[in-house]
């Protein structure tokens, strides 16, 4: 059964760091892209990193590009995220998503990515 399973999310001050996983289950994590999304209150889920089927290429949006840091250990079938100088406009769920195709480069396009993890819930304030 394919399942993506995302936790490390939590509570953090402004400036703080915070590190997500998504470990995925029911397939070979290699074969596909990895994306993270996020979703705040009242707007639309949007892909902020995005790391290729081989780790080889990722890619940011400008909103955290030099803060965040994507990667993957696919011994582990895990895809890591390393979220620094968190801001309080950072606060959102966190979803990690499996690209639909296989060996593919990434893209930050939601609609790109087929199957999802639940969310983990990510706060940044004093």
């Known amino acids: 059964q394919l399942q993506l399973v995302e936790s490390g999310g939590g509570l953090v001050q402004p400036w703080g760091s915070l590190s997500l996983s998504c470990a995925a289950s029911?397939?070979?994590?290699?074969?596909?892209?990895i994306g993270w999304f996020r979703q705040a209150p009242g707007k639309e889920r949007y892909g902020f990193s995005c790391?290729?089927?081989?780790?080889?290429?990722?890619n940011y949006a400008d909103s955290v590009k030099g803060r965040f840091t994507i990667s993957r250990d696919n011994a582990k079938n895990t895809v890591y995220l390393k979220m620094n100088n968190l801001k309080p406009e950072d606060t959102a769920v966190y979803y990690c998503a499996r690209r639909a195709s296989l060996f593919s480069a990434c893209v930050l396009d939601r609609y790109e990515y087929g199957d999802w993890g639940q969310g983990t819930q990510v706060t940044v304030s004093s």
């Open positions: 790391i290729s089927s081989s780790g080889g290429s990722t």
């Open positions: 029911g397939f070979t994590g290699y074969y596909y892209a």
